[in-house]
């Protein structure tokens, strides 16, 4: 029974460590839109363009979101280790593009139609059977 228990919980950890990697991408995302969006309308002038940039590279929470990057980078390595890179990559991708979508509906008001709902449906199927053994 002890192996059992150990086997499930190396099981449930890999999956912590993913749902961490999809927490941490979804926060740097929402981050960075939310903050471009603060920032105004971007520059056509190429030097406006470079200072915009290079601005927003500055600000703390842009800051916090290459954190949350690193972090969740240190997650996947963790992820890695226990889970097939065919299995994760996929789950992790379809989690974050559904996840990513939902928030900027609610955060940015950007439109949540019924064909996008099918759609993420859609790819969400394909992937989950695309990842089975």
Do not use: H
Request: aromatic share 16%; no cysteine; net charge positive.
């Amino acid at each position: 029974m002890d192996l059992l228990n150990m086997m499930l919980s190396a099981k449930v950890s890999s999956y912590f460590y993913v749902f961490l990697t999809v927490v941490f991408t979804v926060y740097g995302q929402i981050i960075n839109k939310w903050q471009v969006n603060a920032a105004g309308a971007f520059p056509t002038n190429t030097v406006d363009k470079l200072w915009f940039i290079f601005r927003l590279l500055l600000n703390p929470w842009v800051i916090s979101s290459f954190i949350g990057a690193f972090f969740a980078s240190l997650a996947w390595i963790a992820a890695m280790a226990k889970l097939p890179l065919s299995y994760a990559y996929p789950v992790f991708i379809s989690s974050t593009f559904v996840l990513v979508v939902l928030l900027s509906s609610i955060f940015f008001k950007e439109s949540l139609t019924l064909p996008r709902i099918i759609g993420m449906g859609l790819i969400m199927a394909g992937i989950i059977i695309g990842s089975q053994t």
